[in-house]
């Protein structure tokens, strides 16, 4: 399905259901409110599913790799060779992303957006424990500081990527999407995509991202803004900004969080990369935002100015910075707790009391 196609569907949420939900709530065997924000989750929930019997059984993280040209530019404290190898050691199950998501039930696939790379070998894609996608669009963006990342067609490649994989599992009964990414260098594009939507400063939206030291911040800043002010004359949409200064799994993502939007599925949001791809999709179409949960505040700098901006609370606040969908899957557990809640609490019709 096309990008067209599926933006066309993403309509605000129906809120008639609202009064029926929180009534379910208010009647549960607590006083009204008394769980916080975990009543708001099942509230929202219920609303992006469309019913007051909602079910939450089936949970699915999508971990987008690519490369970027710009690491050539010195912004990461890492070689671009371990995009790669990270891809690996998630297929064999030994990442954070695999630990935590089979803690939480979560099932996990690994997409190969743009890796530059090799493919996996034989002997992993035998014994591999996460499912593999070969998605691959491109080897790596290019050097964003020196031309656009990627073409227009690159970029509708890689979001329609993202879209099918939504509607892979929509089709395959899963209730509940999370985002992730894997990409030496990749908060180098991500904030030159907030300072350019949001719009903010590139010296309050670039931060340290895999722990670069002062000489090297200094550096990415300047990258950033040498980037910026290259693709400056294609900078006139959101898709286009994308293109411009953005990455294949950034780009994936924006497709994931748009068809997941389109087809009601709730998506959980991870934290730094995967918001930019989030704020590119809410700026090319705003009621996405209805349809997204908000994992935990990104320990990198400008994603506390984004979340004011859209005034979106993320449900956790635990210093994390890195990626791959590990604050999904804790956030994840969180709404399917809410959910459970709704569903197995007694009321005080069951107890005999109006």
Avoid: W
């Amino acid at each position: 399905m096309k990008i067209n196609e599926i933006t066309e569907k993403i309509k605000p949420l129906d809120t008639s259901l609202k009064e029926a939900i929180q009534k379910h709530l208010d009647f549960l065997t607590k006083p009204p409110g008394s769980l916080g924000r975990l009543e708001e989750l099942a509230m929202q929930y219920a609303l992006i599913r469309g019913t007051d019997k909602p079910t939450l059984t089936k949970k699915k993280i999508f971990t987008f790799a690519g490369d970027h040209g710009v690491a050539a530019e010195g912004v990461s404290a890492f070689p671009p060779e371990v995009t790669k190898l990270m891809v690996d050691n998630m297929l064999q199950g030994g990442a954070a992303v695999n630990v935590l998501s089979a803690f939480a039930g979560v099932d996990v696939s690994v997409v190969d957006a743009g890796v530059a790379g090799e493919a996996p070998s034989e002997q992993i894609l035998q014994n591999k424990k996460t499912e593999f996608i070969n998605g691959k669009i491109r080897a790596g963006s290019r050097n964003m500081a020196n031309e656009p990342a990627m073409t227009m067609d690159e970029t509708i490649q890689a979001i329609n990527l993202g879209i099918q994989c939504a509607i892979d599992a929509k089709e395959s009964g899963y209730d509940i999407i999370g985002t992730g990414e894997m990409g030496i260098a990749n908060t180098t594009p991500s904030s030159a995509i907030y300072a350019t939507l949001l719009p903010s400063s590139v010296e309050k939206t670039t931060g340290i991202g895999t722990g670069v030291d002062e000489k090297a911040l200094a550096n990415k800043i300047e990258i950033i803004k040498k980037a910026i002010k290259t693709n400056e004359t294609l900078l006139t949409d959101p898709i286009s900004i994308l293109s411009a200064l953005g990455g294949f799994e950034i780009a994936a993502i924006t497709g994931l969080i748009l068809g997941g939007a389109a087809l009601r599925i709730p998506v959980v949001i991870d934290g730094y990369i995967s918001s930019a791809a989030a704020l590119v999709a809410c700026r090319y179409k705003p009621a996405t935002l209805d349809c997204l949960f908000f994992s935990h505040y990104s320990a990198e700098n400008g994603y506390r100015e984004f979340t004011e901006k859209f005034e979106i609370k993320p449900l956790l606040d635990l210093q994390m910075r890195l990626g791959e969908g590990t604050g999904a899957a804790l956030a994840i557990n969180l709404i399917e707790a809410s959910v459970k809640v709704y569903n197995e609490m007694a009321t005080f019709a069951d107890l005999g009391l109006a």
